[in-house]
């Protein structure tokens, strides 16, 4: 199977998977528009998506295509929790990008046992087994942070947050409804069969009650900001074990 991040950054392309996503990033807000919230600007803003935005071109220019789990905000993690000390944050800016991409080792030292999971884990994320297609396409913004009516809920495009609201009809479960305005539980599970999420519950028994969760200390209702060793490691455990019998069922990983 093509691999997009490969052909994407073509010759800046390597085996550092951390390189390869900040040069992906800033390469994709150098070709990025201004954005501007008319008709023409939101047209544009989609033209772009179709040719930068990685889960896109694993789907043709799909504009429903979404990234399953957040690169971005696990490396932020991980850097701000080995930084912490030196009391550094990271911000998805140029600044931040240049610096992680130019020597990742000053602020993520690869012999450490947390940057190693960060890297397998990142190795998977640039591949077709971290893409999905989703049924409605504003469920992309609504998976990270839920704005809609009076919730406002942070899910940072948590997997096991993402299945355990597909059946709630207040939050992600909109995108399911029936004739009689209820979650379908049928188009729930059709959803996940087709996207191949099933490794998410419990025995593979898709249901809310089967979600596993992201961490021992996590709640499925919320998404958990992880601030901790144990929480981080045991999240990228997961992580790596979802993408890896993921890729499995969608056809491996080969470079065609």
């Not at 070709?31 to 789907?59: H, I, M, Q, S």
Request: charged share 35%; aromatic share 12%; with cysteine.
């Amino acid at each position: 199977m093509k691999n997009m991040m490969k052909s994407y950054l073509g010759d800046d392309y390597s085996s550092n998977h951390l390189r390869n996503f900040c040069l992906y990033w800033l390469k994709g807000m150098a070709l990025g528009p201004e954005w501007e919230d008319t008709v023409e600007g939101r047209a544009a803003f989609d033209e772009w998506r179709r040719k930068n935005d990685l889960d896109c071109l694993y789907f043709d220019g799909d504009l429903c295509a979404d990234t399953l789990m957040s690169a971005w905000t696990i490396i932020k993690w991980v850097a701000e929790y080995l930084n912490m000390e030196y009391g550094i944050k990271f911000s998805k800016c140029e600044k931040d990008l240049k610096l992680l991409a130019a020597d990742r080792d000053a602020y993520l030292p690869a012999k450490d046992d947390l940057v190693k999971l960060l890297d397998r884990f990142l190795e998977l994320a640039e591949r077709r087994c971290n893409y999905i297609l989703l049924p409605d396409r504003r469920m992309n913004n609504d998976r990270y942070e839920f704005r809609r009516s009076a919730k406002y809920i942070k899910f940072f495009d948590q997997v096991p947050a993402t299945l355990w609201h597909v059946f709630c009809k207040e939050t992600l479960g909109q995108y399911f409804l029936g004739d009689n305005g209820e979650v379908d539980e049928r188009k729930v599970e059709e959803w996940i069969r087709r996207e191949k999420l099933q490794m998410g519950f419990a025995n593979r028994v898709i249901s809310q009650e089967n979600v596993i969760p992201l961490t021992s200390t996590a709640r499925l209702y919320f998404g958990k900001r992880l601030k901790t060793r144990s929480d981080l490691e045991e999240a990228l455990r997961y992580m790596i074990c979802f993408l890896e019998q993921r890729e499995k069922e969608i056809g491996g990983d080969l470079d065609e």
